[in-house]
């Protein structure tokens, strides 16, 4: 029976009799909160949503939709920043949105080995606490973290403010549950750390943002809690000087160095104009700005900053900084730093890049970018900022001052192409942590190779003949 | 054209068009080598080694063997322990090894974005060696490390000793060049740090043995050498003892704790009776060791090390315990970690086990698995010892003295059964780093369950239709 001769009603009844009628959402009040994103460049249609509360109700909804040919989005928290978890989008009205965020549970904490088995629909900040009730860490740390779900983070292998000390999602875990395409539960929620028995399907899961299956639970790793942190906010010339001081801080305090974020005059000044309360940390003006921050279990850490301070002042890197002597003063500095995506609004419209070059080549990329986009749109304000260790930077363009803000926006995807363009050149990638969805669909088979795309087609035919799950989306 | 139809010189003529008449050996005494293992449980047959020396020369082989329905066996160093490496396993004389050796570059060194680019034929050692030529260090570490390849490490995910603090094979890798089983390239040797554009294909190659691709080369991640190593030798009670210790010392210290090693007496007593030059670092005998190293950027190791022998002594944890006051010292104490697995043969028969638990369970493990031995075989002598840190141990049983040796290897997989049993109960994995090969493959279907198997038979037939690549191992 296909999605055809099934009548609508037949589909919502059988739906309800799995997950429970309240958890079948098919009114479009009911709907809209699943369908509109953060962004409103994506607009979703869907016949319904379904909230599973189990596993095995996950399990059911799906055999039902390859039974009917049913097309099935998964979502989380519906924070993705490219359209992924928005159904609809190949112009199918049909499709269902599948709800991960009534599987909220943590189902094991084990502070011996390490790890938390959490189920896909805790919000990331709620990961977070459990890991700091049971005395641990868990790293994995974003902007939209009170609302993004954990499942949400795998799936797109999310990536963050403290991947230079502890890796992307993906590096974070080493067990998940994952249901396939019609039904089947791929279980592995194992603690190990090291298992070589057969090929590594997790790695698969995280990442294909849905395409391939749905991420239910995950082990999750625990780290010790560094016992303190040491911030400082740090100015200087340009980002020359700025990798140079990254290798300098390693260089000194190895995996200590837990942030290292970059950012411009330009941001600092919209989070100064625009945020209440937001003043710069230092007394005269820098070209760039490094927030830099150490965590260390021994009481190290004081002595490593002054150490990598003074050699950066004395090999010339370091204009002036200041190390945060308090709590709150270390929150007014990542405040300048996390606000900033948000303040840009202020400025008018802004087209996004969430690119990353090698490491060694960010200097070089940052060079390029600014007068390429000058050339392309003169008086377009360039707010190039984020993780600098990591080689991932949110080349974020704000519109020229009096410019229309439609017509800016207009020109979104010849401004990604002048960006990507300089990216690709450079080896890097046109999607460092957001991932591809719908946004960048059409941009993939230019950066990757023919090779890799009929191998990822290979797969994505393997686990999802039918193409039923997040269809449209990455391929 | 299939194998039946192509007269064997002919193959062998179009191979030496490939890669050189004298880098197709067809002889019994130049193949000796490939065939042999180091345990010697597997004896190989093959048509011919082929030993390329160019990406586009083992992707040509490989074009020319998907024509030729000839099965292909990629070799490295010939160190794994499985037999994964080892053709003719399943009956078929006429494989042909694919020998990775001559493939030996350094590609590219960036110090900058910490990556190297290395070919897979490079020994591991060789790669170690090029990193601290660059002011750097490559983490992986294993026993056979002068002999084994690092494309062998990558296609095994070889673990080894610096796990704990830097992860498995896998971890240690930005991007990878494959050659797929009908010679197409999938080619990205990235050094980005972050990419989510598509799938990680790189994960299902790693750790897949050979059976899905063949690595040709990699980019692999460098990290700063730490600047002091601090290294203790401590006597304890048990292994309970011992994971509370490791859990003291992460909170202490956390990532500057680089190597965890457990071992019982029993394992000490073997290499001190039968070692030249090894003796006894601690006056007393203990029932158990633990070698504990701690590597540092900054000069707080040897406090930091103090600190937790210390409160080790006070929490009743540690008996007694020496630190190594020199390089000397400190290599004594390795060694007698390192020499372990080889003197066991001066005791007779040893089988092996390479298994893993969740990190909190190795002290009831190996609770357990005393008892199940004895019961199983009176005066079996067990040397379980390894990686606690990451709950790998590799639970050797020696013969009972007097036993013929014969005699007691033909009961090696009854013995597995009785070991195996308790790693299953309690989570673990019956193949922590050496991997399935084709020792295991039996195994497998004990071990996983039916859907994983089935995902696994899915992707090995998308990618390798015709069965080719290292035929009859891991499935």
């Not at 050699?311 to 709590?327: F, N, T």
């Not at 009096?402 to 890097?428: C, P, S």
Request: glycine share 10%.
């Amino acid at each position: 029976m296909t999605a055809d001769t099934l009548a609508p009603q037949t589909l919502l009844s059988r739906l309800s009799a799995i997950v429970g009628e309240r958890n079948v959402l098919s009114e479009a009040a009911d709907m809209a909160a699943y369908l509109a994103e953060p962004r409103e460049l994506f607009h979703g249609r869907a016949r319904c949503v379904v909230r599973p509360g189990s596993t095995a109700e996950v399990a059911a909804v799906l055999k039902l939709c390859d039974e009917t040919h049913t097309s099935v989005v998964p979502q989380g928290g519906n924070t993705g920043l490219v359209g992924g978890q928005i159904p609809g989008q190949s112009g199918n009205a049909d499709e269902i949105v599948l709800s991960l965020k009534r599987m909220d549970r943590v189902r094991e904490t084990d502070t011996s080995s390490k790890t938390m088995t959490v189920e896909a629909g805790m919000t990331l900040l709620a990961v977070q606490e459990a890991a700091e009730a049971a005395g641990a860490l868990f790293p994995l740390s974003l902007a939209s973290e009170g609302s993004c779900t954990i499942g949400g983070n795998l799936s797109t292998n999310a990536g963050g403010t403290a991947v230079l000390a502890y890796g992307n999602a993906r590096d974070l875990v080493t067990g998940l549950e994952v249901v396939l395409a019609d039904g089947r539960v791929l279980s592995n929620l194992s603690k190990l750390k090291k298992d070589n028995t057969g090929y590594d399907l997790k790695h698969l899961f995280m990442g294909s943002e849905g395409t391939l299956g749905v991420i239910t639970a995950a082990v999750v790793k625990l780290y010790p809690r560094p016992r303190e942190m040491q911030t400082a906010f740090i100015g200087l010339k340009s980002p020359h000087e700025a990798l140079a001081l990254l290798n300098l801080a390693q260089a000194l305090a190895g995996a200590d160095v837990k942030t290292f974020e970059l950012m411009p005059r330009f941001g600092l000044d919209i989070v100064i104009n625009h945020a209440v309360a937001a003043r710069d940390p230092l007394s005269s003006k820098h070209a760039w700005y490094v927030l830099l921050e150490l965590g260390s279990q021994t009481d190290s850490g004081e002595a490593a900053l002054m150490n990598i301070l003074e050699q950066g002042a004395e090999q010339g890197l370091i204009d002036d900084a200041v190390v945060a002597a308090s709590l709150d003063q270390r929150k007014d500095f990542w405040k300048l730093r996390e606000l900033l995506s948000d303040m840009q609004k202020f400025e008018g419209g802004s087209i996004k890049h969430d690119v990353s070059v090698p490491v060694a080549k960010v200097p070089q990329f940052l060079d390029e970018v600014y007068p390429a986009v000058e050339t392309f749109m003169p008086g377009a304000r360039l707010v190039p900022f984020g993780h600098l260790g990591d080689g991932n930077i949110h080349c974020n363009v704000s519109q020229p001052v009096g410019m229309d803000k439609q017509a800016f926006l207009d020109r979104w995807y010849q401004m990604n192409e002048v960006v990507h363009a300089i990216v690709t050149r450079l080896d890097g990638s046109i999607s460092a942590e957001h991932g591809i969805g719908t946004l960048k669909r059409d941009l993939l088979p230019g950066v990757k190779s023919p090779v890799a795309l009929e191998v990822m087609r290979a797969i994505k035919a393997a686990l999802d003949p039918k193409g039923l799950l997040n269809p449209g989306k990455v391929l």
